[in-house]
């Protein structure tokens, strides 16, 4: 399976960077996200995802490291973990990094209520 | 009925009311956003806890107006919709107000959900903003996010959210929502 490759851009909107490593297991999205189309840009990252669950079945360890993201963003994310969580739930192995900047409350609560709610485990990580 | 001239110096004197820092009407393109976020971004580097909740909730309001709107203008072959955003300071609270016109099918959805908000504590408002977005879909007519939109608005002020509708006509309101934050959180 290839690898998933998003280079980070910032101009008019915030495009984060994803580095998906299909041979590793490593993943993640980094930086800020505010996109034109949100759906456009997540839909091939959930369907990566969803490939790499049916067919390498290998660990994830994945990390999102974010420092702005809007509430449609924020959406895609909570698919993501419920992606993660599925494969977990069939016998995946998977972890998940919630890194958010120190002193931002908000960012760190998104990833609360994912814990809590979808009663899965994510290590949070302030900086 | 009295002249359809825009009066400028009424402009001008009710602005001079408040102690504005930014202010902004016209069409909400991509690039004025992306504009006044950066000036916002720049003007709060001293109070940078507090700079960066107005920055989320102008992202908030601005994109509420890019997509909801129901007032716009096409320039060049592009239409966009207009709408105003006004930031301004009081002694200890920085303000936030946003207005645009609104088809007035959607005043007692925005009254109810705006209710239900201001009367909801911290932890009611994370559960209520997990299950939108856990049972929301995409890409439908008013489901890019703008209920949970709201929801985050008031989680990120951690103050009440106050609106306001005024008729236009039969069919259109003027909608102003208006959110505080501390200063030097």
Redesign the interface.
């Given at each position: 399976m290839e690898n998933l490759i998003i280079e980070g851009v910032k101009s008019t909107y915030f495009t984060p960077q994803v580095i998906f490593n299909a041979e590793t297991g490593e993943c993640s999205i980094t930086g800020e996200s505010y996109l034109e189309d949100t759906w456009d840009f997540y839909r091939p990252i959930l369907g990566w995802l969803k490939q790499f669950a049916e067919e390498v079945k290998t660990p994830v360890n994945f990390t999102f490291d974010l420092t702005y993201y809007n509430t449609s963003s924020s959406k895609c994310f909570l698919d993501i973990v419920k992606q993660l969580k599925e494969y977990q739930d069939a016998g995946g192995s998977v972890v998940i990094n919630w890194k958010h900047p120190e002193d931002d409350d908000d960012i760190r609560e998104e990833a609360e209520d994912y814990k809590n709610f979808l009663n899965i485990d994510i290590n949070i990580i302030p900086y | 009925m009295s002249s359809k001239k825009f009066s400028f110096f009424h402009h001008y004197l009710s602005l001079s009311d408040e102690d504005v820092i930014i202010s902004y009407k016209g069409p909400m393109s991509?690039?004025i956003i992306?504009e006044i976020s950066k000036e916002i971004q720049a003007k709060f580097a001293q109070d940078?806890?507090s700079g960066?909740?107005i920055?989320?909730i102008f992202?908030?309001l601005a994109?509420n107006i890019f997509f909801y709107s129901s007032e716009s203008t096409t320039l060049g072959g592009n239409t966009y919709r207009i709408g105003s955003i006004v930031l301004s300071q009081e002694s200890d609270n920085y303000v936030l107000t946003a207005g645009n016109i609104v088809d007035k099918k959607w005043i007692p959805v925005l009254w109810d959900k705006c209710e239900m908000i201001n009367s909801m504590d911290r932890e009611a408002l994370?559960?209520l903003?997990?299950?939108q977005?856990?049972t929301?879909e995409?890409?439908t007519e008013n489901s890019?996010?703008a209920g949970?939109?709201l929801i985050?608005i008031a989680?990120?002020s951690a103050q009440p959210i106050s609106i306001e509708f005024r008729d236009i006509n039969d069919n259109k309101s003027f909608f102003a929502l208006s959110v505080s934050v501390k200063k030097n959180l």
């Amino acid at each position: 399976m290839e690898n998933l490759i998003i280079e980070g851009v910032k101009s008019t909107y915030f495009t984060p960077q994803v580095i998906f490593n299909a041979e590793t297991g490593e993943c993640s999205i980094t930086g800020e996200s505010y996109l034109e189309d949100t759906w456009d840009f997540y839909r091939p990252i959930l369907g990566w995802l969803k490939q790499f669950a049916e067919e390498v079945k290998t660990p994830v360890n994945f990390t999102f490291d974010l420092t702005y993201y809007n509430t449609s963003s924020s959406k895609c994310f909570l698919d993501i973990v419920k992606q993660l969580k599925e494969y977990q739930d069939a016998g995946g192995s998977v972890v998940i990094n919630w890194k958010h900047p120190e002193d931002d409350d908000d960012i760190r609560e998104e990833a609360e209520d994912y814990k809590n709610f979808l009663n899965i485990d994510i290590n949070i990580i302030p900086y | 009925m009295s002249s359809k001239k825009f009066s400028f110096f009424h402009h001008y004197l009710s602005l001079s009311d408040e102690d504005v820092i930014i202010s902004y009407k016209g069409p909400m393109s991509d690039v004025i956003i992306h504009e006044i976020s950066k000036e916002i971004q720049a003007k709060f580097a001293q109070d940078p806890k507090s700079g960066k909740k107005i920055y989320s909730i102008f992202m908030e309001l601005a994109q509420n107006i890019f997509f909801y709107s129901s007032e716009s203008t096409t320039l060049g072959g592009n239409t966009y919709r207009i709408g105003s955003i006004v930031l301004s300071q009081e002694s200890d609270n920085y303000v936030l107000t946003a207005g645009n016109i609104v088809d007035k099918k959607w005043i007692p959805v925005l009254w109810d959900k705006c209710e239900m908000i201001n009367s909801m504590d911290r932890e009611a408002l994370r559960k209520l903003k997990f299950e939108q977005k856990d049972t929301g879909e995409m890409s439908t007519e008013n489901s890019k996010g703008a209920g949970i939109g709201l929801i985050q608005i008031a989680l990120t002020s951690a103050q009440p959210i106050s609106i306001e509708f005024r008729d236009i006509n039969d069919n259109k309101s003027f909608f102003a929502l208006s959110v505080s934050v501390k200063k030097n959180l």
